[in-house]
């Protein structure tokens, strides 16, 4: 449905009629999407971001709830954040990855990697199993902004994370990783990576989505601290 925002008047937002969640069993849920003739560039994502949407495939949403408010935006500051403890050894384990950046994701490579990933480490979700369809739609759909950082080690594709630079900061879209290698704890390392990125480009906020105090596979993100979290229109610092 229409929807007049605080966003900005002139940009019409749809809802979705509640579904089953994705995250919290036997809990009904809602999206609210920006008009998808609109086309999202570096200015509009980086506003909505500011206001806890994000972006999946072609679309930028949020959840809506009617009586839930459990997914929580939330974001990292390289003003207060700094590596250290299990951080810094995990930074250290991969310093021997090499990373190429590229406006495409092209190959098969990827999708290989993409396939083995959600089917080992996503088995229980609504992304499974994945589909070439669904790689095309969520993963390689991007704008203009959007940048593959893609992670070999001697040579072997490892990693991938789809990021979306902000004129403001990074968005974490997704990343994807060999599943074969808990010991680098790659996930973690990239959100790692992708801070250090942040400095060169000389901007402050790495948006990693949302954050669910009752689903395990959000957990990771809660362990960055300090963090910033959306709580009722507000980006509050949590120590």
Not at 19 to 46: G, M, W
Not at 201 to 209: D, V
Request: hydrophobic share 35%; proline share 4%.
């Amino acid at each position: 449905m229409n929807s007049k925002s605080k966003i900005n008047d002139s940009i019409r937002l749809f809802r979705t009629a509640p579904h089953a969640c994705s995250y919290i069993e036997q809990q009904r849920a809602a999206t609210v999407f920006v008009d998808p003739e609109l086309t999202i560039d570096k200015p509009l994502n980086s506003k909505l971001s500011n206001f806890g949407y994000r972006r999946s495939g072609a679309h930028l949403y949020r959840p809506d709830c009617d009586d839930c408010k459990a997914c929580i935006a939330c974001r990292l500051s390289v003003n207060h954040f700094h590596i250290a403890g299990r951080y810094k050894r995990i930074w250290n384990r991969n310093q021997d990855l090499e990373v190429q950046e590229t406006s495409q994701l092209e190959g098969n490579e990827a999708f290989a990697l993409y396939r083995r990933y959600i089917n080992t480490r996503h088995s229980d979700g609504d992304m499974y199993p994945a589909t070439i369809e669904q790689y095309d739609a969520f993963i390689r759909t991007k704008v203009a902004s959007t940048r593959f950082y893609k992670f070999y080690l001697e040579g072997q594709l490892v990693a991938v994370s789809v990021t979306d630079v902000l004129e403001q900061g990074l968005s974490a879209v997704y990343t994807f990783f060999d599943p074969d290698l808990p010991k680098r704890s790659l996930g973690n390392y990239i959100i790692l990576w992708q801070m250090e990125k942040l400095k060169q480009l000389q901007l402050q906020y790495l948006f990693l989505g949302y954050w669910i105090k009752d689903s395990p596979k959000m957990q990771y993100k809660s362990t960055f601290r300090p963090i910033e979290m959306l709580v009722d229109g507000k980006w509050l610092l949590v120590k």
